[in-house]
């Protein structure tokens, strides 16, 4: 794994922007970006395979984390959430496939258009959960004392 000041500049400054100021989530975006980072300079003909395998392992954990946390509000809480990291899964499952009958091309597309795919899932369902996870946290410290309103 690439550590965080091994980051491009491209890639620290979509890592920072993405920031929830929830550290759990924030945490998991970062080894995320340092998932990426690895593809960075990666020349044609060498195996794409490895790489996106440990791409892969991170995203199952990834959401798997996430979805954990999900869990607190409910089990028809954040469904739309939860179907997506399913969906992505597949999709990168589909890649990891092809990627092994030499197809590595589209491993490269993948690793282009994920960021962009991520992008829009965390401003959108990885804030709002990470909003929701700061709010819980806050009414259970409010639990048996005299919190303002």
Known sequence: ?????????????????LQLNYAPIDDLHQAFFEHLAAFEGLPEGVSWLAPLQ???????????????????????AFGCHKTEHTNVLKVVDE??????????QIGKNLVQELPV???????TMDNVLAHSMKESINQEDCRGASCAA
Request: charged letters at 20%.
């Open 1 to 17: 794994m690439t550590a965080a000041t091994d980051l491009s500049p491209a890639l620290a400054a979509q890592a920072q922007a």
């Open 54 to 76: 440990a791409l892969r392992t991170h995203l199952a954990e990834h959401f798997e984390a996430e979805n954990e946390m999900m869990t607190q509000f409910g089990p028809e």
């Open 95 to 104: 890649v990891l496939r092809r990627v092994a009958m030499g197809e590595w």
């Open 117 to 123: 795919w991520f992008e829009h899932h965390v401003q």
